[in-house]
């Protein structure tokens, strides 16, 4: 039997001295008879909950004090009775001082804004059929397409026809049209064919007040506050804590429903303030130098410190949490590189053992310098080291469009002449290939750091920066918009046939437009929302879209499942010019019906011909897809459009 004190003594001299609690029941746990409440803070002198009616103001209504455990260094207190729908904040004691009122670090509800946790009964904010939910087929991590937005932008505008706009039960409405008529919404997620929906955070963040319905009050949430409870703003109560789980998990539902997976935007890279935890656990769960200064490999103040046993610990009960209580089927981490490989890894196994399809992604790099040192960051170059991991490729993203921060440069769907090589290394997925001349010399395509497709993220666009279609204008003022549509359309004809997992953003495929604003985390509604009846403007390239969208689902030579497979099925044509590239998928592969499959990509503004030999038919010919075919040719020259893919097959 452990022995409690009401306040602790020890003090220790450093956090590998501290001692480790490595159970699932940190935070709050729940039951009918009684609540118990654990926070692991070794070093602190005592801690006290306050307890509240309300989310926000009045006084607390009782203050009791948490027992210490110094095996564990662990504080405690057992709440006899119901404690279903109460608020409570925590404080410790720490060298005198009393800190400010805090959730604790795991809390799994909160009020509004965030600053009182919340306890309550999981199973009262279950919708009546979320027993019955279940989770979207998923034959091969491969047959992913993901798709990024954000809650807000995906149904703010009145365009939307969405009754619940900027909400979580935005998503769940059906049969929402615009002025037109046309499919917005889930209607469209599902029309347009992807497999998975990538939304921007939706844990508890900083920078929106939730007690106002500003329009303005607006950002993309990369500022966390409560890693384990949801954003306020999204729900239709936010002084209600229970209403955002029951309204998410009726979104979670409605996206089963309709065959699309969820995938959350985690930010464990980086904390709001250094407050979240340095108020009740000091100085433990971030990174510093030698000298004691914070370390910033971030760039947003801090940077967590995952390789920590009880950071790490964190990380992987927050994620299997996630899971387990919301059924989410994939994570995108934020500035993933500020994370270990260990813990990475770590974090891999064990939601593997909760569901072995799930998919793991992240940004393989970081804003800054960090004390982990390179060879244990999960960096994009270390992408073998990750297991069951995938990185974001930069590589084929600029070498599409032109450098993401030299916003003027043009890409090779533009007419740059000097990435060619990049985009063939982008169409292997960064596997090693034989006709591939790695650099170390060049920026990009410097060797093949992935050992797997699946392990590589291609994509153009994504929120952070400028949308295509805004990159394209800016990179070449004086071309017509019929000249930009051209290029759009080859930019993710690139994408989605390579051999990466494709990401889109949402509206690329209807010319999404932020009008110019590079970095709108924080912009206005009138810049970040989706006028959907841009789809109606466009409605050419949304089609063009939905059925390149089907020709990737419909043939698994596009979706390669090893480096092997790609060295042995996909041969690249030998062509003299440095914006035509031209390859085979070769012997019906990865088991396509098509036997052999020519890919061609122009990124010139003349139109190229060359010879083609044997019976072929077309199905893409750069404005158009039909995988019934277009065009039959037979040992003659094909002309391939100024800024435009050709694909053709043989049976």
Known sequence: MAQLSKTNSIKYQSFDEYPVYLKDDLGVLYTLNQTTVKLWSPNVEEAKINLYKQGSGGEAFDVQNLLYDKKTGVLEIILKGNYHNTYYTLQVKNNGIWSKEMPDPYAKGVGVNGNRGLIFDSKLTNPSNWNTDKQPVLKSISDIIIYEAHVRDFSIDPSSGIKNKGKFLGL??????????????????????????????????????????????????????????????????????????????????????????????????????????????????????????????TACGNEFASDRIMARQFMIESLKYWVKQYHIDGFRFDLMAVHD????????????????????????????????????RALKNNVKKLDQIAVFSDDIRDGVKGHWSNVEEKGFVSGNPNYKEVIQFGIVASTNHPQIEYDLKRSYAQFPYADSPTKVIGYVSCHDNNTLYDKLKIANPTTTEEELVKMDRLANTIVLTSQSIPFLQMGVEMKRTKLGVENSYKSPDSINKIDWNWKHENKELVQYYKNLIALRNHHPAFKMTSEKMIQEHLEFLTLDSPLLIGYTLKNNANGDKWRNIRVYFNGDDKAITQPIEGSWKLVCNGESIDEKGIDSIQNKTIVIPSRSALILYQE
């Open 341 to 376: 490989i260990e813990t990475m890894n770590i974090i891999s196994k064990e939601l593997r053992k909760l569901d072995p399809t799930i998919f793991l992604y992240g940004e393989g790099w970081t804003a800054g310098d960090s004390p982990l040192i390179i060879e244990k």
């Open 172 to 297: 769940t409405e059906k049969n929402t049209k615009n002025t037109f008529g046309e499919a917005t919404g889930l209607d469209h997620l599902k029309e347009i064919g992807i497999t998975h929906l990538h939304l921007l955070p939706v844990f508890d963040y900083k920078s929106v007040d939730e007690s106002t319905l500003d329009k303005n009050n607006y950002n993309w949430g990369y500022d966390p506050q409560n890693y384990n409870s949801l954003e306020g703003s999204y729900s239709t109560n936010p002084f209600d804590g229970l209403v955002r789980m029951n309204e998410y998990k009726q979104m979670v539902l409605a996206l089963h429903e309709a065959k699309i997976r969820l995938v959350m935007d985690v930010v464990y890279s980086h904390t709001s303030s250094t407050d979240i935890f340095d108020q009740l656990v000091p100085g433990y769960y971030y990174r510093s130098w030698p000298d004691g200064k914070r370390s910033d490999a």
